[in-house]
């Protein structure tokens, strides 16, 4: 009962003067766990075997200095099959190493303020948020009470006035469609990624593999296969489209391009995550499309170069497998359905991706701290478990931090967890009030964020955490090849001046 307790915190509300007296209630949420408070050792042990995978190769070196210094006296044989040994692990060592992965550059989908709708026939348009509860009443598919909660909903949710709403909403008949859901894939998808060929100036037909994920609008033909079709690319391409990954696929496709790029020599490799908004509607219009490439001589115009992905999947659970899922209600209308659990299996599914790649980032000395404690506490028990475990200090691994803004709420857990300041988490917070959620291409347009300000800088590292349904939580560290400059082309150009705002 009181760990339980412990998992809940409490909020007094002041609902107004009814009766004459003044009346309160008092809002109980869920909140995240205190994953640092509960570090399972077997996710430590994990990411140090990430951290030594290759260690065996740097030292067989000094062992066979060793060995051959033994020797009273050394002959022709000797010397050969030293430097023959030598050789061969030298040689083993780096056919084995992976190939560098550079992105070169980024492009995110933004619907111009200027224009009042998408479509021709009127299909979104950005709004406030008094605006969209009225056209959402207008639309006639909400009674008052639903009306209601979306109105407390988003009053608290840290969403701005700037983000879009679909034809879905405003229209009262059935906008959700395949076609109308092809029109808008078509719209952004095509949009971002003729951005992101003029920006890398390569043709559609030099891309060799391509990879496209979209969670909940998978019609047939694929997303990947309408790109293909539309750009006319080659024959041989090596296409790929994830569905139903939630809103940490980003990721999942670009561990997929990176795999595909380690079996492909001097390749390209296109990345596109978006959610399509009017077959499942939410606030946010986005498509960011990103260039990959494992060709050495692109290495001095790359902007980042990937570090490391690390992702945890904690689908054997029932309840972290039940947290975010689709299904119709007692109407039969298919919404998706977020359990209350959805906090704290999230909580445990951070935990593990962050302790598995704490080993891989982290500083020496924090990693020698961390895991000292760590192993204080597995040896000692009951008498250590009364003591707070050391928390190692994630910002003197990372620069800059692109952490999916699900939510007000779970950025402030997150923060407060991680012990991040504001400026570590301005990037997610402005995302969030001027995008909205999302979904898997929230992390990019963070990224975009913190180039539009100028703060990416040579060496920079960053951390891009997401995490969605299944439930995964999934992590890619870049490490900058040069300074940033502002872009040309951004999404937040045409409002960059005014963030951040406070909130």
Known sequence: MAGEQEMLTTEIVNRGVEAGSPTFS??????????????????????????????????TFPVL???????????????????????FTVSVYFLSRPKPIYLMDFACYHLSSSLAYVYP??????????????????????????LAFQSRILKSSGIGDETYIPKAVMAPENCATMKEGRAEAAQVVFGALDELFEKCRIRPKDVGILVVNCSLFNPTP???????????????????????????????ALDLARDMLQANP???AVVVSTEMVTFNWYTGRTAPSVLLSNRRRDFGWAKYRLEHIVRTHKGSDDRSFRSVHQEEDEQRIK??????????????????????????????????????????????????????????????????FCIHPAGKVVLNELQRN??????????????????????????????????????????????????????KCNSSVWRAMRRVRRPARNPWLDTIDQYPVPL
């Open 266 to 268: 001097n390749s390209y």
């Open 26 to 59: 008092v809002r109980v949420r869920r909140r995240l766990p205190d994953f640092l408070q509960s570090v399972n050792l077997k996710y430590v042990k994990l990411g140090y075997h990430y951290l030594i995978n290759h260690a065996v190769y740097l030292a």
């Open 335 to 400: 919404g998706l359905s977020v359990s209350r659990d959805v906090m704290e299996v999230g909580g445990r599914a951070l935990e593990a991706n962050i302790t598995t790649l704490g080993p891989l980032v982290l500083p020496f000395s924090e990693q020698l701290l961390f895991f000292g404690a760590l192993v204080w506490r597995y040896l000692f028990g009951g008498t250590a478990a009364k003591t707070r475990p050391y928390i190692p200090d994630y910002k003197l691994a990372f620069d800059h």
């Open 418 to 471: 991680l012990e991040l300041s504001g400026d570590n988490m301005e990037a997610s917070r402005m995302t969030l009030h001027r995008f909205g959620n999302t979904s898997s291409s929230s992390i990019w347009y963070e990224l975009a964020y913190l180039e539009a300000k100028g703060k990416i800088r040579r060496g920079d590292r960053v951390w891009q955490l997401a995490f969605g349904s299944g439930f």
């Open 65 to 87: 200095v060793l060995v051959f210094s033994a020797e009273a006296s050394y002959d022709l044989a000797t010397v050969l099959t030293f430097f023959g040994v030598l050789v």
């Open 121 to 146: 026939n009127g299909g979104g348009a950005q709004v406030s948020k008094e605006e969209f509860i009225e056209l959402a009443r207008k639309s006639g598919k909400f009674d008052e009470d639903s």
């Open 222 to 252: 694929s997303l990947s296969a309408m790109v293909v079709n539309h750009y006319k690319m080659r024959g041989n391409i090596l296409s790929y489209n994830l569905g139903g990954m939630g809103c940490s696929a980003g990721v999942i």
